[in-house]
Each structure stands twice: as structure tokens, then as C-alpha cells.
């Protein structure tokens, strides 16, 4: 079982940054893909980050350029770096790790989330 727990979440203002940290349980760390997915109130939960076991990154177009997903394998953590933050990027950010083996997802672990807000 591997547990997730992000932090960093908070209020801020437009065009202000953020760092969200997710931090995992276990040994298996660095076998996992990583991806941090955000939910605002009556919304869809939207994909907005994923990087691999690799290192290779992927955005969702509503923060490509502004936000950047890394990984230290060593701390068991994966990092949202969130700039040039808009109201619209409010919404609770939650982390995800899954495992795959022939583009089929063996196991996934999601965390419980973390508040961000931007507003003047």
C-alpha cells in the first residue's frame, strides 16, 4: 500500500506563485508514473501534469508553461510548481502514482488533496 499526501496549498494572488509537494510512502517509489489532477466545485476533476518513471512530462494546455511536475526519487516526493497562477486555477490539487505494464494500469494511489485559491 502506498499513501500520498500533498501539501503546500494555500491562498495567493493572481499572478503569484505556489509549490505543491506530494509525499509517498514505500520503497517502490521511483517504478511509479506520477500526475497531479485539480477539482474545482461543480466541476469535472481535470489531468493538468504527469511525468514518468523517465523523467518525459506532459501539461494540460490550461497550464502549459506556467506549471512544472518533477520528481525526487530519493525524498519520495513529486513537486507542482505553480506560477503565474490564475483564479481560474483555483481548486483542490490532488496528486496521483500508478504503476503500468503494457499500457494497462496494474495499481494507482490517489492523495486527498490540497486547497489552492487565487484571489485579489
Known amino acids: 500500500q502506498v499513501q500520498l499526501v500533498e501539501s503546500g496549498g494555500g491562498l495567493v494572488q493572481p499572478g503569484g506563485s505556489l509549490r505543491l509537494s506530494c509525499a509517498a510512502s514505500?520503497?517502490?517509489?521511483?517504478?511509479?508514473?506520477l500526475d497531479w489532477y485539480r477539482q474545482a466545485p461543480g466541476k469535472q476533476r481535470e489531468w493538468i501534469a504527469a511525468i514518468s518513471t523517465g523523467g518525459s512530462t506532459n501539461y494540460a494546455d490550461s497550464v502549459k508553461g506556467r506549471f512544472t511536475i518533477s520528481r525526487d526519487n530519493a525524498k519520495n516526493t513529486v513537486y507542482l510548481q505553480m506560477n503565474s497562477l490564475k483564479p481560474e486555477d483555483t481548486a483542490v490539487y490532488y496528486c496521483?502514482?500508478?504503476?503500468?505494464?503494457?499500457?494497462?494500469?496494474?495499481?494507482?494511489?490517489w492523495g486527498q488533496g490540497t486547497q489552492v485559491s487565487v484571489s485579489s
Open positions: 514505500g520503497s517502490t517509489f521511483s517504478l511509479y508514473g
Open positions: 496521483h502514482a500508478e504503476m503500468t505494464f503494457s499500457r494497462t494500469t496494474l495499481i494507482d494511489y
